[in-house]
């Protein structure tokens, strides 16, 4: 850990006033908190080498800044001193003030509110996991496109959201690097990434027109919350989630992940957990980046099906089926049997049936049904699914269309089954949706991404958990890691004076239960990257012949 | 070879500094035109300035019947005669000997509109909707052989779809034409589909009208019309887009400029006399002290703001800016239209008055503010288009189209008040609110109060059933009320007792 330089703060010269006086002991006072905070980060430094790494940048400008603000403070110069020893995550400070010159309107928050309370252990925690765990470079990567920072990364909009709930918005940086240690140095407890601008975010004030200032591009995005499926969920309502209900976002990702395929060619789709109740998506290919608002709202109808009140009749769809409605209903049948008749039993109470019965086209029929229904209660949905079928046959049913029935089934099950979505998220494109791998404040699980190959493998009362991560880590041990990392080389064909390369820098993720999804990101990213590079040298060469130069800048 | 080539051709300038750019003769194959190439031949300032006003009138008159809530096919009947008069354009199967001067005349005609139109984002906005509903009238009205030519002539990039591969899909494209269970390949294979990206046609995609696979829209024949409509409207704003940023170079300052920029203040407002001064109506005495007087013949919208200005003894701003504009077209001046405001704000200070509200009222009237506000004499009366579109009332607001902002009871209470207690007249109003037409409501009421005179001066030959057609702009209804009501002294004296405002 570089020291501050004491002579440094020699040029200080002039009288001290009562106000400087006073504001130094305040930053005394300041410091012997942040003294704990050092310790911390001692032994994080020691655990990690890219800690360090950070350290002697920022350290200068502190020192810095702290001279600058105690301009003429000659007589607490040993106290200062001391200060800038302790105060090594000072950086705050300075940052502090740059970030009161740009962000006076969107970033409300109290200057004295802003040394965290460095006490609050969950804030050390996240800190930790900021620090150790959260997959930088692969982020970077995933939103840059290429691994030399493009204007992917640098106009991109990130907003922070603070502990004091300010919420910073338009923020923007220019590599990996200053991302991470605003985060570091903020500790939002949420980030959210939004659209590529035309021009850097921070810069937004100074364009004179508007147009200059308008979001470009940005992923186009999915959100299913289960809390809109408290209609036909039986297990849980609201926030609450269970095993049972988890079924109704895994067949929603089935359909929209295949729609999204087969229908509109997208190959990049990024499903994450978000950390509660639900899950959002992340399409990443180049043309779906580049949709405008309109293209936007016409894809994100496509796939709106479950409209209506709730309470009313809530499907309603032209026939013929669209192709895309009836393969989604190949896919869901299924589901709806297992995951919606038997498991959830919908249409156990009497008003949920009745409802049910409002939707069978045929009088006659309905009567029938109610008269069975009513003689045996509590019979299963299973069975009063199968006894529509079985009393359409008899004549109580003349004069029903069998065609009218089906429509009527098919409605039944996409009601039951077919996404339902936050359709705001995916409609604009400069709307700001939950970063991948932040933790949910509530749960304090970590929004980690779902592999579409394993969907039916994906518990989301399992994911790896902020306390649980850090736990892991402190029971990890070297013998541990050692045997992992022997066990990898036997697995892999690369030599041995590799492998011990390997060992040594042995990232914190993977040696924990985060290693499978911060894995399976890399390889969505490494895929996305390998497609957005064939695209440009593509490009290039149809421009001219003068392709080997670019090709080789972008891959170092 | 059109222009674009030329400049763009790689010549030794000192060769060829002088030398005129060889232009060939424009040829029009198609009756349709996307107006990609903008005209090389010289015409006569005449014909310039002529040919615009034609195109300008049809187009006007297209969005006339855009604000009366026309149906595609009434407005088709009701341009039919002006096209034919204004703006023919033959089939190429006529072989009519005009058919070449009236295929040059359209195109020169859209190009002028275009330098005319540019201007401004709200210009550009507007002609490139009524230039497009146009197109689509043409459009709908083209012989279907000669439209496939003009759509397949254009290049718009569509791929169309191999026998093959309609009968391998026959089963997903048979329910986007609605045949879905059986299957009918057979109407697959005749129908014309087209493949294009789903980015093109986003409202079919939106609508689940269209099969997509792949990110490739499978468009059948007849969708393919909003299709070329779209095209030709973003083609069309890219190049007004293009020439609004030509249009400072261009070095035109006392031989065309003049003509475009009263074209385009034409088209501000379709009726030119409400664009100054002229619309003041002779004999008429338009003074702030004759305004409760005067008030008997304006339409509801100023008739509730005239109302609420003498019983609140104030108005709030859009209020004011609608009134103010208003007042201005009837042809009350400026130190009028000052003395009216003053006296009508009775409750504050001349302090007051002049620090808030004197600037403004001046400013409407082009009097103070920037160079081109005075220079055009302020702003232009709000159409109905304008009032029922911008700027919805909020709370405490007495601006807007009371036909389309007031709650019905509002609106009865009102037109009671008004003078109108026909119960047909009402049900009527009713009927047109419901469907959304509000001129026809406003023009319903305005026939119901004038019914006497209009049949009189249907009768006596006063005004041609031109100047008794539908009122789009609330000056044309005071002007129309006034002179009916006026066709001769003694009478209406009379009737300006029965119908007296409170205030």
Same mark, same amino acid.
């Given at each position: ?556 | ?96 000997? /005009?058919?070449? *001067?009236? &295929?040059? %005349? ?7 509109? $275009?330098? =005319? @139109?540019? #201007? ?10 009524? /230039?497009?509903? *146009?197109? &689509?009238? %043409? ?7 000669? $439209?496939? =030519? @003009?759509? #397949? ?351």
């Amino acid at each position: 850990m570089p020291l501050p330089n004491p002579p440094a703060a020699e040029p200080n010269t002039g009288l001290p006033s009562a106000a400087q006086m006073e504001e130094d002991f305040a930053m005394a006072a300041e410091s012997s908190s942040e003294e704990e905070e050092d310790i911390v980060m001692a032994e994080a430094g020691e655990v990690q080498g890219v800690v360090k790494d950070t350290r002697p940048a920022a350290e200068p400008l502190a020192v810095q800044t702290v001279k600058d603000e105690d301009m003429g403070v000659e007589i607490k110069q040993e106290t200062r001193v001391e200060i800038k020893q302790e105060a090594k995550p000072e950086v705050k400070l300075e940052d502090l003030f740059a970030g009161m010159d740009s962000d006076d309107e969107d970033f409300i928050t109290v200057v004295k509110e802003e040394p965290i309370d460095t006490k609050d252990t969950s804030i050390e925690i996240l800190r930790i996991y900021y620090q150790r765990f959260f997959p930088w470079r692969y982020m970077f990567q995933w939103l840059n496109h290429s691994p030399v920072p493009t204007n992917d990364f640098k106009h991109r909009e990130f907003s922070l959201w603070l502990h004091n709930d300010a919420v910073m918005r338009y923020q923007s940086y220019t590599t990996s690097d200053l991302l991470r240690k605003d985060v570091l140095r903020l500790m939002p407890r949420r980030i959210e990434i939004g659209p590529v601008y035309t021009a850097d975010p921070r810069d937004r004030k100074t364009f004179r027109n508007s147009t200059a200032f308008v979001p470009m591009a940005k992923e186009l995005c999915f959100d299913i919350d289960l809390t809109d499926y408290d209609d036909i969920r039986t297990c849980c309502d609201k926030a609450n989630i269970c095993n049972k209900c988890w079924k109704f976002t895994t067949m929603a990702i089935k359909v929209l992940d295949t729609a999204l395929r087969d229908d509109f060619g997208y190959n990049h789709i990024l499903w994450v957990y978000s950390g509660r109740r639900g899950v959002h998506a992340w399409v990443c290919d180049k043309k779906a980046r580049a949709l405008n608002d309109h293209q936007r709202k016409a894809l994100a109808s496509y796939f709106e099906v479950v409209t209506g009140k709730q309470g009313g009749k809530r499907v309603n769809i032209r026939r013929p089926l669209h192709p895309h409605l009836s393969r989604s209903i190949d896919i869901l049948k299924d589901h709806f049997q297992e995951d919606v008749l038997e498991t959830q039993d919908p249409w156990q109470t009497t008003e949920k049936a009745d409802a049910l019965l409002q939707q069978i086209p045929s009088l006659q029929l309905r009567e029938a049904l109610r008269k069975k229904w009513e003689s045996s209660p509590g019979r299963a949905s299973v069975s009063k699914w199968a006894d529509i079928d079985a009393l359409a046959q008899t004549d109580a049913s003349a004069g029903l269309d069998p065609k009218d029935l089906l429509d009527a089934k098919q409605d039944i099950v996409l009601e039951h089954t077919y996404p339902r979505l936050d359709i705001a998220v995916s409609q604009k494109l400069n709307h700001l949706l939950k970063s991948p791998f932040v933790i949910h404040p509530g749960t304090g699980r970590v929004c980690v991404p779902i592999d579409r190959n394993d969907l039916d493998g994906f518990d989301p009362l399992d994911v790896p958990t902020l306390q649980g991560l850090v736990e892991e880590i402190d029971a990890w041990t070297e013998t541990d890691g050692a045997t992992a990392a022997l066990a990898a080389v036997e697995m892999s064909e690369g030599g041995g004076a590799r492998s011990s390369q390997d060992v040594k820098h042995m990232q914190d993720w993977e040696k924990t239960s985060l290693k499978p999804y911060i894995e399976h990101f890399r390889s969505f990213v490494t895929a996305l990257m390998k497609d957005e590079r064939e695209a440009t040298v593509k490009r290039e060469r149809e421009e001219d012949d003068d392709v080997e130069i670019k090709v080789e800048s972008i891959d170092f | 070879m059109n222009r674009i080539d030329i400049k763009k051709r790689n010549v030794d300038h000192r060769k060829k500094q002088f030398a005129g750019p060889a232009y060939k003769e424009t040829q029009y194959p198609h009756r349709l035109n996307f107006y990609a190439t903008p005209p090389t031949a010289d015409i006569t300032l005449e014909q310039f300035e002529q040919w615009a006003i034609n195109r300008l009138r049809v187009l006007a008159e297209l969005e006339a019947c855009s604000f009366r809530n026309k149906t595609p096919a009434e407005t088709a009947l009701h341009m039919k005669p002006l096209l034919d008069k204004y703006l023919p354009l033959d089939a190429t199967s006529s072989n009519s000997s /005009e058919l070449h *001067l009236q &295929r040059q %005349r359209d195109h020169y005609s859209h190009f002028i509109l $275009r330098l =005319a @139109f540019a #201007s401004t984002e709200d210009l550009r906005r507007r002609f490139a909707r009524v /230039e497009t509903m *146009l197109f &689509r009238l %043409r459009f709908q009205t083209d012989d279907s052989r000669e $439209r496939a =030519a @003009f759509v #397949s002539g254009l290049n718009l990039d569509w791929e169309p779809v191999s026998d093959a591969e309609k009968r391998e899909l026959a089963p997903q494209l048979a329910t986007t034409i609605g045949f879905g269970y059986g299957k009918r390949a057979q109407q697959v294979l005749d129908e014309d589909w087209c493949k294009v990206d789903w980015t093109r046609v986003p409202d079919l995609v939106e609508a689940r009208k269209v099969y997509v696979k792949a990110g490739k829209a499978y468009v059948p024949g007849r969708e393919q019309q909003s299709m070329v409509l779209n095209a030709y409207t973003k083609r069309l704003a890219q190049a007004l887009e293009l020439t609004a940023r030509a249009l400072p170079r261009l070095d035109e300052d006392d031989r065309l400029a003049p003509i475009l920029d009263h074209l385009s203040k034409n088209f501000v407002a379709p009726d030119a006399s409400y664009t100054g001064s002229g619309a003041a109506i002779e004999g008429a005495e338009i003074t702030a002290r004759n305004m409760d007087n005067l008030s008997q013949h304006f339409p509801m919208c100023m008739t509730h703001l005239h109302r609420s200005l003498r019983r609140d003894a104030h108005l709030k701003h859009f209020g004011r800016l609608q009134y103010t504009l208003f007042l201005k077209g009837i042809g009350l001046n400026l130190e009028e239209c000052l003395v009216f405001w003053r006296s009508g704000f009775s409750k504050i200070t001349d302090d007051t008055f002049n620090k808030e509200y004197r600037y403004n009222v001046r400013h409407v009237y082009g009097d103070v503010g920037g160079d081109s506000n005075r220079r055009s004499g302020g702003y232009s009366p709000y159409s109905c288009q304008k009032i029922l579109t911008e700027h919805a009332p909020g709370p405490g607001d007495a601006h807007g189209c009371p036909y389309r902002h007031f709650s019905l009871e509002n609106l009865t209470t009102l037109l009671r008040a008004s003078g109108v207690g026909d119960r047909a007249v009402l049900q009527g109003v009713k009927e047109d609110k419901d469907s959304q037409k509000f001129h026809m409501a406003c023009n319903r009421v305005f026939e119901h109060l004038h019914k006497t005179e209009m049949k009189r001066a249907k009768e006596e030959g006063v005004m041609t059933a031109a100047q008794l057609e539908t009122i789009v702009h609330p000056n044309e209804y005071f002007k129309r009320s006034y002179l009916l009501k006026n066709m001769d002294g003694g009478k209406s004296q009379k009737e300006k007792g029965d119908v007296k405002m409170e205030g």
